[in-house]
Each structure stands twice: as C-alpha cells, then as structure tokens.
C-alpha cells in the first residue's frame, strides 16, 4: 500500500511536469501514429503501428472517417449473443418485465398462481408498495448482490427472500428474465465493441455522443428505452450530420423520458376529464427545453433567456412516447395476444391533442401558430444552425480530442468549418485530425484518460481477451464512470481535474494489478511469453505499454517500488498504473 501511495504521490505532484517536461520539438513518426491510435480509438494493439505505418497514416485516419466501409467481423460476432442488442422495445417488456407491474396485471387478470398471489397480499398487507425492486438486484452498475447469512424475518416483506424466490421461480417457469439483464448486456456490448471493433473512431463517437446526450439508466423506464437508444439513436447518426443526431435524440424514448417532456402537455389541453375525477392536471414541463439549449446545443453561455427555455417547451408539446412504462406487454404476450400492438410501447409519437398550437418566440424567430410537430422541428433547426451551438460543439471536441483547454484558434477554425459544412462531423472532426494543434507535442499524451478509456486501453494493449461482462464494468464503476450511470444531463467530465484524485488514483492502479494478475472474472491476459527477468520484462512492457515514452522520473518511482522476487504481473500492473499510460 504504501509503495502505490509513492508512485500516486509521484502522479500528482508530476502531473504538469510530465506534460511539459518530457516535451521534444517535433513528434517522429511512431510516436504520431501512437497519438492518433489513442485519440481516434482506445489504445494500440500489439501490431497496430506496423499496421497503420503500412497502411500511412493519412490513409488510416481518413479510413477511420468512413467506418462503414470497414469490416468488422469480430466485433460483431463478440456481441452475437447480447439478445437485448436486437430485441424492441416492448419485447424487452415482454421478456424483461418489472415484477411489481407484472404481478398486478396478472393479478387483475386473475392469471396469478395462488400462492404466489397469497404471497404478494401477505406483502402488500405488510406495508410494502407494488414498486421496482421486488426483484433482488444483481445490476452490474451496483456491484454484486450482497449476501446475508443471517436469518432475520425482514419487518418489509419486500426483502422476504422466500418472496423473492417465488419471483425467480416464477420467471424461470415463463421464460422470463430480471430487467437488470438488459443494462447489463448493453455495458458490455459497449466494451466489448471498445476492444475489439476495427472502427475504433465509431467507437469514440458513439462514448462522445452517449455522454453528450446523456441518459441516466437508473430512472425509471430508461433501463428498457437505452437499447433502442443506443443502437437506433446514437450508432447510425454518430458520423452524420448534427441536425440529424439532434433530431433523433429529441424523437428518442429514452431522453423523452429522462428529461421529463413525455409528461409536457399544454395547460389548456388539461380540461378535467369527468370520467377520471381524481386526474392529475399535467402541463408544461421545462426540462427538455432547459437541457436541449444549455447542454446539447448553445451551451450556458449562448445567447438564450429564460423566455426562450418557455417557448421551446411549449413547441415540444406533445413530443411523447405510447405506453412510455410498457403498458401490459408482459401480461398480454402470457395470455396470447399479440398482432400490432406489441410493436407499440416504448415508441415516439406526437399527440397533437396535447400540444400547444399557439405562436411562440424563439430566440428571436417566430414560429406561426398551427404548426403542430413542426414547432419542435423548427425549433431543432434555429438550435443546430445558431453559432453557438458550432462554437459550443467545436470546443467539446477539441477539448475531448486535443487539450482540456482548447486552443482558441482551433476552436474558431472547427467552428468554421462545422457552419460551412452544415453541422458534417466528418468534415468537422476532418479539420481537428489533421490541424497542427493536433498533431503537435502539446497534445501528445496530455489527456487523463477517464475509467472507461483506460480499461479499454489496457486490455487492448495488453492484447487480452474479455467478455465484457460484470467483471470488467465493474472496474469501470470502481473508478467513477459507471456506463449509463451518470445520473445529472451533463455527462460524465472530459477533465482531468475530475478523475486526478488520490482515491481514484489508487482504484486505477488496482485495476492495472488485477487485470496484469488475471483476477478480473471473464477477462484474461497472458504475459508467460515473455522473460521472467525482470529488468527484461520492464524494458520490454515499457515498450508495448509505453511505446518507451517514461519520465526519468517514473522510471525511478517504478524500480523503487519492485523487488528481486517480485512476478512479472506487478511489473506489468505497475506500468499500467504510471502517469504516462494514464494519459493519452
């Protein structure tokens, strides 16, 4: 403990001085290519700099800017088994069902069994709610399921475990499967694609984009919307243009949920129904508007008013999602009715009944009455056409693949380039790859890479294998960057200043000796081929970490904290936890 509390100290009082100090004119060749492999994917794999120095590098980066003509077979043959990945929406209703919402549909239905029916009024007699959580949770955003050995009559029979274990049996019997499954595997397609996937800059997109448009996947009916999400949503949009991303996030089920605008209904569309006396009155809700402006688009600083965050809520109106919590898709497939309406819950529609058809002002543009869906259409094009939104865009980018403070000249140059060429994030990310910003000394290794990167990276480096399972998320969330687990609009932080911090600097060297040391479930790495010597093995890991890029500094913090006996798995896990491959 004490010898990686050294080598942390060394990380930060060294955290300028590595990026300043181990500076050289001019980057070489290897060295270049290294820099675009770590910016535009998630690490070199061994091989990878002979590959792309064959290839040249020009050639690499502009293959890298047409992924779909890249194969990528063994991507996606990895993620082949990840059933959730393919399935809509309300099959994964059907076939990962809320326990508390299937229980009392089946209930009402009279189709419950007896005793699990007797078992279920025993519950809620007890003073327990029909809500989520009935199920034990096993989510590998959590951690594993925590185990009692004590045998204590729960007071909520919520947490019964013979209650529990009718659940389970229950689902076993139905072919059904816990909702838990469902973010489960899309962590781990995310992985696994990260590690394997030949389009590596998709990659990065689809993690840039996924964090920009954040979605939160512990809320509510979020768990069931992110696949669609992330495959009909993100993935096909991600190298397109930003109108067009912009659009399908604001069409998308999953973010209508997380910010609430599938509830926003104008108030004048609230007449009390005298069938529903007891009826909550809904009416505009600000969250998508608010979001929309400040995170997506303009950014804090781009121009719009509070007035402004009111007129675009009242043109998305009506933007909202059919049977947003799955209806009763699990309890009606069990009875056998199926036909068109399966295809249903979880999807956008419009409902013109509840929207706002008045006038509105944004941001100076009027926006006539009567325009049904087409205020929120409009809306999209005034946002993603305004500067600021090329201004707040451009910096992102350069800040996510260049420095975390952007060089304003970069910036305004992006900028430009995203304006002429109508939002193209091709040709806008074409002009960060190939600027001089870019390809300069002061951007080579300066990143801090955040846990979902460095896992990612190691594992490639390493060349080992994984099936992205919990295991490996699991790493991911110990380091403060659970996938589809951030839960405020803003997404996870591109900043070092948020992930250099003693604790999370220990986490990250225990990864690096867990994985080097093959005690992370599913994952495997095999360094047998190499000396048992150990100043050997440091060289030449140095080399395939490193690409022997190491501070004299480092160097000496390394050899300080090893052993004659030492194995070459604390070598290798050591490496791993340096300053220098934290950074790309």
Same mark, same amino acid.
């Given at each position: ?16 001085? &590595? ?7 001019? *980057?070489?060749?290897? %060295? @270049? /290519? +290294?820099?675009? =492999? ?23 980066i502009n293959q890298q800017l047409n992924p779909e003509k890249i194969s990528d077979t063994v991507a996606e043959n990895k993620i082949r088994d990840l059933s959730v990945l393919n399935m809509t929406t309300a099959e994964l209703y059907e076939k990962y069902p809320q326990p508390g919402q299937l229980l009392r549909q089946l209930q009402a239905r009279g189709m419950l069994p007896a005793d699990l029916a007797e078992a279920r009024e025993n519950r809620v007699k007890g003073g327990a709610n029909a809500a989520p959580g009935e199920m034990p949770k096993n989510d590998s955003m959590n951690g594993p399921e925590s185990k009692n050995t004590q045998t204590v009559t729960p007071a909520n029979p919520l947490e019964d475990p013979k209650y529990r274990q009718? &659940? ?7 072919? *059904?499967?816990?909702? %838990? @499954? /469902? +973010?489960?595997? =899309? ?398």
């Open positions: 403990m004490k010898k990686l509390t050294a080598i942390i100290l060394i990380f930060l009082a060294t955290s300028q001085s &590595i990026i300043s100090g181990a500076k050289v004119k001019k *980057l070489t060749e290897e %060295q @270049r /290519i +290294v820099h675009v =492999l770590n910016r535009l994917g998630f690490g070199v794999r061994p091989g990878d700099v002979e590959r792309v120095k064959a290839l040249g590098l020009e050639n690499y009718m &659940i389970e049996k229950y689902y076993r019997e139905n072919g *059904l499967q816990r909702p %838990q @499954r /469902i +973010v489960a595997e =899309l962590q781990a397609s995310r992985i696994l694609r990260a590690v394997y996937s030949e389009r590596q800059l998709q990659e990065v997109m689809v993690d840039f984009w996924t964090n920009h448009f954040n979605v939160f996947a512990g809320k509510g009916a979020d768990r069931w919307l992110l696949p669609t999400y992330d495959r009909d949503t993100i993935r096909p949009f991600a190298m397109s243009k930003f109108s067009t991303l912009l659009e399908a996030t604001a069409k998308s089920p999953a973010m209508l949920f997380y910010l609430d605008n599938f509830q926003s209904v104008s108030p004048d569309s609230g007449r009390a129904n005298p069938l529903r006396p007891q009826q909550q009155r809904r009416g505009i809700n600000e969250n998508y508007a608010r979001e929309l402006m400040e995170l997506h688009t303009l950014g804090v600083d781009g121009g719009y008013t509070q007035k402004d965050v009111q007129e675009v809520a009242r043109c998305f109106t009506g933007w909202t999602i059919f049977q947003p919590r799955g209806g009763a898709a699990a309890a009606n497939a069990m009875m056998g009715r199926d036909g068109n309406g399966r295809r249903d819950p979880g999807t956008f529609f419009f409902n013109a009944r509840v929207h706002d058809d008045g006038e509105k002002i944004v941001l100076g543009h009027k926006i006539p009455a009567g325009g049904g869906m087409k205020d929120g259409q409009m809306v999209l094009d005034i946002l993603a056409h305004h500067p600021s939104t090329a201004k707040f865009i451009a910096t992102k980018l350069v800040r996510h693949f260049v420095a975390d403070n952007p060089p304003p000249a970069l910036v305004d140059r992006v900028a430009a380039t995203f304006t002429k060429t109508d939002g193209d994030i091709r040709e806008t990310l074409k002009t960060i790859f190939f600027s001089n910003e870019f390809n300069s000394t002061d951007a080579y290794r300066v990143k801090i890479k955040r846990p979902f990167e460095l896992v990612i990276s190691a594992i490639r480096t390493l060349g080992a294998d994984t099936n992205g399972g919990p295991g490996t998320h699991q790493w991911i969330a110990r380091m403060g960057e659970p996938l589809y687990g951030f839960q405020t609009p803003n997404g996870y932080s591109d900043t070092a200043e948020s992930w250099v911090n003693t604790g999370g600097l220990l986490e990250r060297m225990n990864f690096g000796l867990a994985l080097a040391s093959n005690r992370i479930p599913g994952t495997s790495v095999n360094l047998s081929k190499l000396s048992n010597e150990q100043s050997k093995v440091m060289d030449e890991y140095l080399k395939v970490l490193l690409a022997g890029d190491i501070s004299p500094a480092t160097r000496e913090a390394l050899l300080k904290q090893l052993d004659k006996s030492d194995p070459v798995t604390k070598v290798v896990g050591l490496i791993l936890g340096t300053p220098e491959f934290q950074r790309q």
